[in-house]
């Protein structure tokens, strides 16, 4: 993680990259947190970043990394089950590995084994380089599998984040959003 103030760096790394999102002190055009007054209206209290942290990007990362999955799952596994309610953040730890899925329309597939059913836990975040709240977001779940053929999910897939993740992410950044409080 990159820490301090200033403008985003790239940090390389051996077999890939991870780009802390980070503004510059100043810059009014990210996202604020506001918070209701006394007297019923809203106050800017400052960047939400600073106030409950975020994540920064990793794209090109080596098969075989940690991750930490986190999502809110909530339906039923394939034999009926409910092991998830929805209403909780859950995670799960595991390893990325590289898939092939024909039926889904991407360029290259990662996995990493979890328990999460898909309802409620698609578009679930993988973080990368995860300590104390802060890590790089490095997937998004978008389909869960039962691989041993046991009616229980047991693996989550996501498009694999290569350069082209961050071009998107490279295009967006300088967008403004718009202002909270009007």
Request: charged share 20%; no cysteine; net charge neutral.
């Amino acid at each position: 993680m990159v820490h301090g103030h200033g403008d985003a760096v790239a940090v390389p790394q051996p077999g890939g990259h991870r780009r802390a999102l980070r503004s510059r002190p100043r810059d009014e055009r990210r996202a604020r947190q506001v918070v209701p007054t006394p007297e019923g209206g809203l106050a800017d209290s400052g960047r939400l970043g600073d106030r409950v942290g975020g994540l920064g990007l990793a794209w090109n990362q080596p098969l075989g990394e940690p991750v930490v999955v986190f999502g809110y799952p909530a339906g039923a596994h394939l034999d009926g089950k409910r092991p998830y309610s929805g209403e909780s953040l859950e995670s799960s730890r595991g390893r990325t590995s590289s898939a092939a899925v024909p039926s889904l329309k991407a360029e290259g597939f990662v996995t990493v084994d979890s328990p999460f059913t898909g309802e409620g836990a698609l578009g679930s975040s993988w973080v990368s380089h995860y300590t104390d709240g802060l890590g790089y977001l490095n997937g998004i779940t978008v389909s869960v599998a039962d691989t041993d053929g046991d009616q229980r999910y047991d693996t989550s897939f996501s498009p694999y984040f290569d350069g082209g993740a961050f071009q998107i992410y490279k295009a967006a950044a300088p967008s403004w959003t718009g202002r909270v409080i009007l």
